[in-house]
């Protein structure tokens, strides 16, 4: 990264086949903000629509192409792009994070960096304020915070469009979480984090890549971030049925004592119980080993540089 004491933001960008997309963005970001910016472009694997250092120097803008060696997914390739970056920091830079489709708009980071400057603050995240999407997504969406809140204690509603000052991002990249979701990892790392409402625009070109499967997936790993809080209300939801059931199969047996009972109800009702209170206790042992798993499974700082094929660098040349 250009040490240069003109660059003070650093603007980290994963893409995954959006050549078209990206190159519009570029050029949007040298108009907004001008060139005293440093982009991190990272190449998530792109086999058909691969970004190199044209596109960097099409905009006049310094920066770096950071090609991956396989697709390792959203969430990694910002890992990777803040890992390098956080190698290259002063304590005066910025960074911002923002996808490269065009829904996280240039104009709005004014905004961000501008609540960015309080010293009370550490990390400024975009709260979506008008969604361009379907009204199906935007009602799995409602659903999907709903069960964040109550599995994980946690409210997340902000996505991976943020800025963060040096001391943030080395933080987080010191984070496992971070490799798994960008906003859970911005939520358990205890920083001072506020929100900024931003609409959110149409994308500049091509289709989105995430589909249902890989929503559900990525709203999953959100609640991975917070596996023991999630682990903990399950345990408790599990132990409230089976004492329900208990407390339900001790008055079904007083009710036969005293003859209340109709033939057959008893050995139904007492079954019925007796199947809840194994059941709930077969999911909290599940669930404690899973959790187990997931979280030992993890290491504390990933190698950043095994994932990475080339770097290739632009000192904000325009080519012809």
């Not at 890992?83 to 489709?101: E, G, I, N």
Request: with cysteine; glycine share 8%.
């Amino acid at each position: 990264m250009n040490a240069s004491n003109a660059i003070s933001l650093v603007i980290v960008i994963p893409v995954f086949e959006d050549f078209e997309a990206s190159n519009r963005l570029l050029k949007e970001l040298r108009r907004e903000l001008g060139s005293d910016i440093y982009i991190v472009l990272v190449d998530d694997g792109s086999m058909n629509q691969p970004v190199g250092i044209t596109s960097l120097q099409s905009a006049s803008l310094n920066g770096v192409v950071i090609k991956l060696k396989r697709n390792v997914g959203h969430q990694r390739a910002i890992a990777i792009g803040l890992s390098y970056t956080a190698d290259r920091l002063q304590a005066a830079h910025r960074v911002v994070v923002m996808d490269a489709d065009g829904e996280d708009l240039p104009k709005t980071i004014p905004a961000l960096l501008s609540l960015l400057d309080h010293p009370d603050v550490d990390v400024v995240v975009a709260q979506r304020r008008r969604r361009v999407e379907t009204l199906s997504f935007r009602a799995f969406y409602a659903i999907y915070k709903w069960m964040f809140k109550l599995l994980s204690g946690q409210s997340i509603n902000f996505g991976n469009f943020m800025a963060l000052k040096s001391h943030a991002v080395k933080r987080m990249v010191a984070m496992q979480e971070l490799w798994i979701h960008v906003a859970g990892c911005a939520l358990s790392s205890k920083l001072r984090i506020t929100t900024c409402p931003l609409d959110r625009g149409p994308r500049y070109a091509g289709q989105s890549k995430m589909n249902f499967v890989s929503l559900a997936l990525h709203g999953f790993k959100g609640l991975m971030v917070f596996a023991e809080d999630v682990l903990v209300r399950v345990g408790i939801a599990c132990t409230f049925v089976a004492l329900l059931s208990i407390v339900g199969s001790v008055v079904a047996i007083v009710l036969k004592l005293f003859n209340y009972a109709t033939p057959g109800w008893f050995s139904v009702a007492l079954g019925i119980l007796l199947l809840v209170f194994l059941q709930t206790g077969a999911l909290t042992l599940m669930t404690l080993m899973l959790t187990g798993v997931v979280r030992g499974g993890l290491v504390a700082k990933m190698a950043y540089h095994d994932f990475i094929d080339t770097f290739s660098h632009s000192n904000g040349h325009a080519t012809a």
